[in-house]
Nanobody, 120 residues
């Protein structure tokens, strides 16, 4: 059993900043990619930012230059620093963790989501 818990969401004014955190725990034998996605009602979930075990990053076009993803492998934690927030960043943000179990099979786990609301 693997648990993924996000924290750090909330309400912020446009131009402000928030930092999201996501901690994974449980039966993780090998931690691979970690990332953040977001979703608004009526739309598909979209990639915000991803980071490999080695630290390579990729970002959605709409957040490049404003958001920064980082991770701490020892703590099994991934962070998302969000600066210059815009009302269109309002969404539920989900953490995704890809890992291998003790049988070396690959698995995918999601957090419950954290709401980010940016007021204009």
């Amino acid at each position: 059993q693997v648990q993924v818990v996000e924290s750090g969401g909330g309400l912020v004014q446009a131009g402000g900043s928030l930092r999201l955190s996501c901690a994974a725990s449980g039966s993780i034998f090998w931690l691979n990619d970690m990332g953040w996605y977001r979703q608004v009602p009526g739309k598909q979930r979209e990639l915000v930012a991803g980071i490999s075990r080695g630290g390579s990053t990729n970002y959605g076009d709409s957040v490049k230059g404003r958001f920064t993803v980082s991770r701490d492998n020892a703590q099994k934690t991934v962070y998302l620093q969000m600066n210059s927030l815009k009302p269109e960043d309002t969404a539920v943000y989900y953490c995704n963790v890809k890992y291998r179990g003790s049988n070396w099979s690959e698995y995918d786990a999601w957090g419950q989501g954290t709401q980010v609301t940016v007021s204009s």
